[in-house]
């Protein structure tokens, strides 16, 4: 287990507008917004025959809930092509799926205020089980359009070899 660092100069949570999402060894382009990382443990009840009256509980299974990436429409391509792995229209009988590849571990990078990497999670064999290519168009609105990734994925855990950045001190210029 890695030795933590404490910055006793840090009170403030971090705030949740700055990250960076990673695949394939390479930063992915324009992601706005990353849901949540949650798993739930089922709850197992049983008794004991002698106590007839309480529950024991001990956990069972663990699921993990899926990732949703959102990042508005661009010409890159990323999401596009990872989604094609699952299901690639017109690909022909047989060739519809690449299950060689379609998983791929994802990294997601929370940096402090000052832009130093303050938190990762490995996110492992996740692939795409929803992609959303545009959103509903609408001539009257004016928002960006968004595509959608939603990725399923087998659990996710803390990078603990990341350690805790010393915030920089910034000095008014003399």
């Given at each position: 287990m890695a030795q933590f660092s404490v910055n006793t100069e840090r009170f403030?949570?971090?705030?949740?507008?700055?990250?960076?999402?990673?695949?394939?060894g390479r930063y992915v382009a324009g992601v706005s917004r990353v849901s949540a990382l949650a798993r739930t443990t089922e709850v197992v009840s049983h008794r004991e025959g002698g106590d007839p009256s309480s529950d024991r509980k001990s956990p069972g299974r663990t699921n993990y809930e899926a990732v949703t990436l959102e990042r508005g429409v661009t010409h890159d391509i990323e999401f596009e092509r990872w989604a094609n792995k699952v299901w690639n229209f017109g690909s022909g009988l047989g060739a519809e799926t690449s299950l060689k590849d379609f998983r791929k571990d994802i990294q997601i990078e929370f940096y402090?205020?000052?832009?130093q990497l303050a938190i990762t999670y490995n996110v492992y064999r996740c692939w795409v089980s929803?992609?959303?290519?545009?959103?509903?168009?609408?001539?009257?609105?004016?928002?960006?359009?968004i595509q959608t990734l939603e990725l399923q994925n087998e659990g996710w855990e803390r990078d603990y070899a990341v350690t805790e950045p010393t915030e920089p001190s910034f000095t008014e210029p003399a």
């Open positions: 403030d949570p971090y705030k949740n507008f700055k990250f960076r999402v990673k695949w394939d402090n205020e000052a832009g929803r992609y959303q290519a545009l959103p509903e168009l609408d001539a009257n609105a004016n928002a960006v359009a």
